[in-house]
């Protein structure tokens, strides 16, 4: 039988917080599509002058590794699960509940965010988790949200066109059509001797890029780019553009000091100008 997407909901725990399972309220995610990889770390058995047998093939030298990928919208009222996108926490993990499965241990890999006009701003995030759900079969929560009817509502999300651009900077025109923004972790698993799973991932590294589509550029960068002499930020808002989405207030924010690196521009006939910028921060 198979199994239904509203039997499959997604819950991301509290930033730290062992292996209890989430809270179907507060961490519940209105995703619209999560998968897992899993990779076992195998090699073949060749041995010189010894015949590979049928029964035992391959050796297993690091650990089984689970890449989680999940993208969802911004709803007002369920972005508790989105605590580990602050900077305070970017060194943390989070427990993942997929359906039934529990994934402990989950560190952010990667995260990214389209903004554009009329459509929900949506995010796309990776996670590699230390402790994945295995010797189970795949099997949904019927009972989602406590068993209550989740309370999506379109005037709740936030849209391309409800979000705004703090240019305190001047860097950019005042049209822009597409916002694209990706965080990148670097991180390095800790293992302990006698074990085979890592025990946790230091954090080596924080970095940012946002890249705005526009019809203009104030203007053109040298040789070393162009850097910001003040803020840049982009408000993610619901319905009405007024009031900034609290939990994730400053998640898309360049300091004084981030650079424009890349700048494009081209036209056709019958068009406008259309024009391409991407500012990049190291954060760690």
């Known amino acids: 039988m198979s199994l239904s997407y509203s039997d499959f909901p997604v819950y991301i725990g509290e930033v ?15 995703a619209t599509q999560a998968s897992v990889n899993y990779n076992t770390n195998h090699s073949p058995k060749r041995k010189l002058g010894k015949t590979i047998a049928s029964d035992d093939q391959f050796g297993f030298n690091s650990a089984l590794t689970a890449d989680i990928s999940i993208d969802c919208i911004f709803h007002t009222g369920m972005l508790s699960g989105l605590d580990f996108l602050a900077d305070a926490n970017q060194d943390n993990y989070v427990v993942i509940q997929l359906g039934s499965g529990l994934y402990d241990k989950c560190y ?20 590699v988790s230390l402790d994945p759900a295995i010797d189970q079969p795949i099997s949904g929560d019927p009972h989602s949200y406590n068993g209550s009817v989740v309370p999506l509502d379109s005037d709740a999300v936030a849209y391309g066109h409800t979000c705004s651009i703090t240019d305190n900077a001047n860097i950019l025109n005042n049209v ?22 890592a025990s946790s991932m230091l954090l080596d590294g924080v970095e940012e890029e946002l890249t705005v589509a526009s019809t203009g ?35 898309i924010k360049f300091n004084a000091g981030s650079r424009v690196l890349t700048e ?20 760690l």
């Open 217 to 251: 550029l104030n203007s053109l960068i040298n040789f070393s780019g162009e850097a910001l002499s003040n803020s840049l930020e982009v408000n993610v808002c619901g319905i009405g553009g007024t009031a900034v989405m609290t939990q994730i207030l400053n998640l």
């Open 16 to 30: 730290g917080v062992g292996v209890s399972a989430p809270s179907e309220v507060n961490g519940y995610i209105p």
């Open 176 to 197: 822009q059509s597409e916002i694209s923004f990706k965080r990148t972790y670097e991180r390095s698993p800790v293992y302990n001797l006698g074990s085979i799973n």
């Open 264 to 283: 494009s521009y081209s036209n056709k006939g019958g068009e406008t100008l259309n024009t391409s910028a991407t500012i990049k921060q190291i954060k």
């Open 108 to 127: 952010a890999t990667d995260a990214s965010i389209n903004i554009s006009p009329f459509s929900p701003v949506t995010l796309n995030v990776n996670f």
